[in-house]
């Protein structure tokens, strides 16, 4: 690449990147503001009807409950709903924007109720570490980060001299690569526990409460960081062979070694290269973790779908589309600008 193309691209770069932070910098703006208007809860309770407001007063001097109260606060826009049981059971809910507070019973502000509600509950707010969308961007990020160190040595097994570590490798990419990832998961988190005896709430203490929550994200975690080393493997060998064999008989001419020409001369070379296919395959990583549902495992989509089942509403499915559409965008535009700045200097 000639100097001028060089100087143009980092140009175009540095343009691209100031467009981008001024862009960014309006919506930090604008969310300021508005969080600085957002409605506080107290402000939403005051805003009850007659009928809610005296429930409850009698409930502070009354053991009997009868009105549960539904706070959601996402920073920008909040929600409150009241809703009684009984025979003359009330129901009535609110949103809080821009300082106004607004009836949520229907027509508009009904939709941007629920969409908060559900947005809310799926972002796991105010629950433990593991849960919605800490669950889903956990969980990939840790299978990425160990499928990734467990590829470097199938892609190095596989293109060994050594035929018995080079059919191994390839056999474990072709049956990872092969078969369904919903179907390993099955078999690792029920059939494994079958064979040896053992169940994966028993790694964990025996009162403890969430040892099947955890036992169910240590099988994820496993059958999701297997395949993705299989997938990331053939990554890693491809960037790996791209590399001029030249550099493999300078090395040797030097007096190195097979593992330290890797080390110090090969794979620093390929990495660059391994960098756009791995950050595609992250994001796959991302959609591919809603498969957790299946094994009861609390993440965007199997709260949308609990939440689903108990209101009857499929209106829930849309901000979980949005949200998994965020965390991809949010991921695709970070490696976008690694990949073009680990570019421009080639």
């Given at each position: 690449?000639?100097k001028?193309?060089?100087l143009?691209?980092?140009?175009?770069w540095?343009?691209s990147?100031?467009?981008?932070?001024?862009?960014?910098?309006?919506?930090?703006v604008?969310i300021f503001?508005l969080?600085?208007?957002n409605?506080?809860?107290?402000?939403m309770?005051r805003?009850?009807?007659?009928?809610i407001?005296?429930i409850?007063?009698?409930?502070?001097t009354?053991s009997?409950?009868s009105l549960?109260?539904?706070y959601n606060?996402?920073g920008?826009?909040?929600?409150?709903s009241?809703?009684?049981?009984?025979?003359?059971?009330?129901?009535?809910?609110?949103?809080g924007?821009a300082g106004g507070?607004y009836?949520?019973?229907?027509?508009g502000?009904k939709f941007?109720?629920?969409?908060?509600?559900?947005t809310?509950r799926?972002?796991?707010?105010?629950?433990?570490?593991l849960?919605g969308?800490?669950?889903?961007?956990?969980?990939?990020?840790?299978s990425?980060?160990?499928?990734a160190?467990f590829?470097?040595f199938?892609?190095?097994?596989?293109?060994?001299?050594n035929k018995?570590?080079?059919?191994?490798s390839?056999?474990?990419?072709?049956?990872?690569?092969?078969?369904?990832l919903?179907?390993q998961?099955?078999?690792i988190?029920?059939?494994?526990?079958?064979?040896?005896g053992?169940?994966?709430?028993?790694?964990f203490?025996a009162?403890?409460p969430?040892?099947?929550?955890?036992g169910a994200?240590i099988?994820?975690?496993?059958?999701f960081?297997?395949?993705a080393a299989?997938?990331?493997?053939?990554?890693?060998r491809a960037?790996?062979?791209?590399?001029?064999k030249?550099?493999?008989?300078?090395a040797?001419?030097?007096?190195?070694?097979?593992?330290q020409?890797?080390?110090?001369?090969i794979?620093p070379q390929?990495i660059r290269?391994?960098?756009p296919?791995?950050c595609?395959?992250?994001?796959?990583?991302i959609?591919?973790?809603?498969?957790?549902?299946?094994?009861?495992?609390?993440?965007?989509?199997?709260i949308?779908k609990?939440i689903?089942?108990?209101?009857?509403?499929y209106?829930?499915?849309i901000?979980?589309?949005?949200?998994?559409?965020?965390?991809?965008?949010?991921?695709t535009f970070?490696f976008?600008?690694?990949?073009?700045?680990?570019?421009?200097y080639e």
């Open positions: 690449m000639s001028f193309k060089k143009v691209d980092f140009k175009n540095q343009k990147t100031k467009t981008v932070a001024m862009v960014i910098l309006a919506i930090l604008v503001v969080s600085s208007l409605v506080s809860e107290q402000d309770l805003n009850a009807s007659p009928e407001e005296q409850i007063e009698d409930e502070k009354s009997r409950k549960t109260i539904t606060d996402l920008v826009i909040s929600y409150i009241f809703t009684t049981s009984g025979a003359s059971a009330l129901k009535e809910s609110y949103v924007f507070i009836g949520a019973d229907e027509g502000w941007a109720g629920q969409m908060v509600n559900y809310y799926m972002l796991g707010t105010g629950e433990n570490l849960h969308v800490k669950l889903t961007l956990l969980l990939t990020t840790l990425m980060i160990i499928g160190i590829s470097v199938l892609a190095l097994g596989k293109i060994s001299e018995v570590i080079s059919k191994l390839s056999a474990y990419i072709f049956f990872f690569r092969g078969t369904p919903l179907i998961m099955f078999v988190y029920f059939s494994v526990p079958g064979i040896f053992f169940a994966w709430r028993s790694l203490a009162g403890d969430e040892a099947v929550y955890k994200f099988a994820a975690l496993i059958a960081s297997l395949n299989a997938y990331c493997a053939e990554i890693v960037a790996i062979q791209s590399i001029d030249g550099q493999n008989e300078a040797k001419a030097l007096g190195m070694g097979y593992g020409m890797m080390r110090t001369i794979i390929s290269r391994m960098i296919p791995l595609n395959e992250f994001v796959m990583m959609k591919d973790v809603s498969l957790v549902f299946a094994i009861s495992l609390m993440d965007i989509t199997t949308s609990t689903m089942t108990s209101e009857g509403n209106l829930v499915f901000p979980a589309l949005l949200i998994y559409l965020v965390i991809t965008a949010v991921f970070i976008g600008k690694i990949e073009k700045r680990l570019s421009i």
